[in-house]
């Protein structure tokens, strides 16, 4: 069956993509670029109904949210892989830390929005910037405890909730140096040296709102 994601470089979509090249797939990517004119077009709201990204078509089934996505890739492609089935001891860890990573990932697009979308200076909030900043640190701050006594997430290893969390400190950091955060920095360091998080990072230059950061 062909699939299809719809991908801005380096948003949320890029959990499917790393996902999608971890697991060997085969795909077609729609790159599209980020902003309003390419996203609220009626073609693309007839595929995502808030104009958003990523966007999973695999045959007749289509799915927003990157944490579905996640789960549906795993369970459909690779159950006893990357994902945990629903009778696996650690299948609620799995599906925690599948869901914490957009509790990362909410301050990081809140930053974005605060640094990069709003444009006019007079329009940005000092006090919604530092009380991100600080919430997204203490986010950050509970996967480096997590990390005391593991190299991932999962004590068994590395799995899809590495690159869900994963994408959401590659985010992060562009708002907080991870330095601050000696496991969390080392284990960012594991993820990113991945060949599959490797491939799903644009060329330079290619036009990604992160472009410049860290
Ligand atoms: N919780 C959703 C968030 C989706 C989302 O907000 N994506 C952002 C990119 S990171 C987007 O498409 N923004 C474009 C816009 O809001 O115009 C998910 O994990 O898929």
Known sequence: MAITLYHCHEARSMRSLWLLHELGLEF???VMPFD???????EYLAIHPLGRVPCLIDGGTKLF???????????TYDPAGLGRSADHPERAEWLQWLHYAETIAVHGASLVQQFIVIQDDA????????LESKRLEKSIEVVDTTLRDREYLLASGFSAVDVAVGYSLHLGRAWTALEAFPRVNAYYQR????????TSL?????????????
Do not use: N, W
Request: net charge positive; proline share 12%.
């Open 28 to 30: 077609e990517l729609v």
């Open 36 to 42: 309003t004119r390419a996203l609220r077009t009626p």
């Open 65 to 75: 949210e990157s944490g579905a996505i996640t789960q549906y890739l795993c369970e």
């Open 123 to 130: 329009q940005r909030s000092p006090l919604v910037q530092k």
């Open 191 to 198: 993820l990113s040296a991945r060949p599959a998080f490797q």
């Open 202 to 214: 644009p060329d330079r230059g290619a036009g990604s709102p992160l472009e410049g950061r860290p």
